[in-house]
């Protein structure tokens, strides 16, 4: 079966780093575009950034351009987001998840629907 296992949240102050991790397994994960997705208290669930399957283009929201980084490492089978400069803002449950049509991030930034088998998410608190 097709899983993704989200960690790497953590509280810390703003300016911290984080690095989430969403780990795959049922399925090669150079298959598919990974997004991430982040989720706040109250609010709608909203795509942070996105990968595709060969790595070779990336989406970001505009919220976290120049301090966010999404990359993938096939061989462990593992998307990464490196966040930088966080700010409380970035408050949040970060969740990852599988583009179930096509494989470039196309639906990134349109509509959730277009992903699936998400994760159960990994809480990021950035406060001082």
């Known amino acids: 079966q097709l899983q993704l296992v989200e960690s790497g949240g953590d509280l810390v102050q703003p300016g911290g780093s984080l690095r989430l991790s969403c780990a795959a397994s049922?399925?090669?994960?150079?298959?598919?575009?990974i997004g991430w997705f982040r989720q706040a208290p109250g609010k709608d669930r909203e795509g942070v950034s996105c990968?595709?399957?060969?790595?070779?283009?990336?989406k970001y929201a505009d919220s976290v351009k120049g301090r966010f980084t999404i990359s993938r490492d096939n061989a462990k089978n593992t998307v990464y987001l490196q966040m930088n400069s966080l700010k409380p803002e970035d408050t949040a449950d970060y969740f990852c998840?599988?583009?179930?049509?096509?494989?470039?991030?196309?639906?990134?930034?349109?509509?959730?629907?277009?992903?699936?088998?998400w994760g159960q998410g990994t809480e990021v608190t950035v406060s001082s």
């Open positions: 998840a599988v583009e179930s049509l096509g494989k470039q991030c196309g639906s990134f930034g349109y509509s959730l629907i277009g992903f699936d088998v």
């Open positions: 049922g399925f090669t994960l150079d298959d598919y575009a």
């Open positions: 990968i595709s399957s060969s790595g070779g283009s990336t």
